[in-house]
């Protein structure tokens, strides 16, 4: 589906498929933290951790440097995922020719490819220094990034109910994760500044695909914008390494068949997550792709619960029980009502969200 068959679609067309692409989007992130949160018990990212410790550096470094390897591996693996789906859309010679000439499209996706940088690399901060529901409630900040950016940037204009339904989704990401807030007391700023990473860098990143979405189709687009970011990703681990930190010592772990399936069902869903979510903007527009994509954090308490178990997946013992997964429920419901409130827009408001100057 490139931009010259979007834009011959009719307005109800575009409303469902661009709608069931960010419920896809929301499904697919939603399934990623399950091999997301499978990753911390393999060695290849249990050992980065304790050999830069051992090399002389403190534990935040050490964790710092485990977020580093962590976001790599997720670019690395995406990138690979999207060079066998371009190969089966028979797009890598288009893929070559707008690599090489670095028209004004890849170098918004090379923007891109840092905003999304920038953005799991902060994630992974948050979830290790705080926690995973912090992590998420700082993610459920994008789409006020990305509307913000959409209407200044992008000049698409938003609807008043399209902002009535992003701020229900974001008052229900962070009811989700409110219990697990008020029972940890702990204050971390690097976790904090991590989640700020989160929140800018992926509602950046939605404005800068937005732009680049507008001279480039989506396959290719996003297949430059990973690659890119995995080269950003090598580039920081060699200079790491270079610094005294072994950031390569554990890579023959890679070899383990179960970590290799780990990393490969990370790159696979971040990687739909990401077709899917960047097929929904032209279709949509920013705001509202972003603001269904936000679904995604109902998606990954309900895949955490069933993989590894409620209490896993929520963090409760038997004195925070009631509190967390009494918010987990209440913020279900409202993500529901956002998405309903989202999803009924009927076609007329359509075209007020695609509309540009």
């Known amino acids: 589906m490139d931009i010259q068959e979007i834009k011959k679609m009719d307005h109800d067309k575009k409303k469902k498929i661009g709608l069931l692409m960010g419920i896809l989007c929301a499904l697919y992130w939603g399934i990623w933290y399950v091999p997301g949160y499978a990753i911390y018990s393999q060695p290849l990212i249990d050992e980065v ?3 830069v410790l051992a090399s002389g550096f403190s534990d935040d470094v050490s964790m710092i440097a485990q977020a580093v390897f962590l976001t790599a591996i997720n670019a690395i693996a995406c990138a690979l ?16 020719r707008t690599l090489v000439q670095f028209n004004s499209a890849s170098k918004y996706f090379l923007m891109a490819g840092g905003c999304g940088a920038c953005a799991v690399f902060g994630t992974y901060l948050a979830a ?5 529901g912090f992590a998420a409630v700082a993610g459920l900040l994008y789409p006020i990034i990305g509307t913000i950016g959409s ?12 902002y009535v339904a992003v701020i229900v989704l974001l008052i229900g990401g962070i009811t989700l994760y409110m219990g697990s807030m008020i029972t940890d007391s702990s204050v971390n700023t690097i976790g904090l500044i991590g989640g700020i990473m989160a929140a800018v860098g992926w509602g950046c990143e939605g404005i800068a695909a937005g732009k680049a979405l507008d001279l480039c189709e989506p396959d290719v687009g996003l297949h430059l914008r990973f690659c890119f970011e995995a080269i ?6 060699i200079a790491l390494t270079a610094a005294g930190l072994p950031m390569f010592d554990t890579i023959g772990k890679l070899a383990d068949p179960t970590t290799l399936l780990v990393v490969l069902l990370i790159g696979l869903s971040f990687a739909w997550c990401y077709v899917t979510w960047y097929k929904s903007f032209p279709l949509l527009g920013v705001a509202r792709g972003q603001a269904i994509g936000s ?15 409620p209490q896993n997946a929520l963090g409760y013992d038997d004195s925070s029980m009631m509190i967390i997964v009494g918010s987990t429920i209440l ?5 529901l009502i956002g998405a309903y409130i989202m999803a009924s827009e009927n076609s007329d408001d359509l075209v007020s969200l695609r509309g540009s100057s």
Not at 331 to 335: D, H, K, Y
């Open 49 to 51: 951790y304790y050999n």
């Open 81 to 96: 995922v999207l060079f066998v789906w371009n190969g089966g859309l028979g797009k890598i010679g288009e893929f070559k």
């Open 128 to 132: 290790l220094f705080l926690s995973p």
């Open 151 to 162: 209407v200044l940037v992008l000049k698409q204009k938003v609807s008043k109910r399209a």
């Open 232 to 237: 950003i990703w090598v580039i920081v681990l």
């Open 295 to 309: 679904l995604y954090a109902a998606f990954g308490v309900i895949f955490l619960s069933i993989f590894f178990g």
């Open 331 to 335: 913020g279900l419901i409202i993500c």
